[in-house]
């Protein structure tokens, strides 16, 4: 299996129960599709360097994992039809 770090933003704007949801939902994602968490670290709202989609700020969260070619292939797909997630990035890690 290969080494991943993800970086996603969701919407300011959802209250802190609905935002545990999220960051649950896309941990369970990665290990239903044959990834192993390594590390979710929640780094909470923060300022945005520029505006995206009208928000100035972000909840957001970094997520080490481990997985197939598909695991990050299947995450990604799921971050573009998700409303909550305002931007992403998926990067393999190097060995």
């Given at each position: 299996?290969?080494?991943?770090?993800?970086?996603?933003?969701?919407?300011?704007?959802?209250?802190?129960?609905?935002?545990?949801?999220?960051?649950?939902?896309?941990?369970?994602?990665?290990?239903?599709?044959?990834?192993?968490?390594?590390?979710?670290?929640?780094?909470?709202?923060?300022?945005?360097?520029?505006?995206?989609?009208?928000?100035?700020?972000?909840?957001?969260?970094?997520?080490?994992?481990?997985?197939?070619?598909?695991?990050?292939?299947?995450?990604?797909?799921?971050?573009k039809i998700s409303?909550?997630?305002?931007?992403?990035?998926?990067?393999?890690?190097?060995?």
């Amino acid at each position: 299996m290969r080494a991943y770090e993800t970086l996603y933003i969701i919407r300011p704007d959802l209250d802190e129960e609905k935002v545990q949801a999220t960051i649950e939902k896309y941990s369970s994602l990665i290990q239903n599709n044959g990834g192993e968490l390594v590390k979710v670290d929640p780094w909470g709202k923060r300022r945005l360097a520029y505006e995206v989609k009208k928000f100035h700020e972000g909840y957001y969260v970094l997520v080490n994992f481990k997985g197939t070619q598909e695991t990050p292939a299947e995450l990604e797909r799921n971050f573009k039809i998700s409303d909550d997630v305002i931007r992403y990035l998926i990067v393999k890690e190097e060995e």
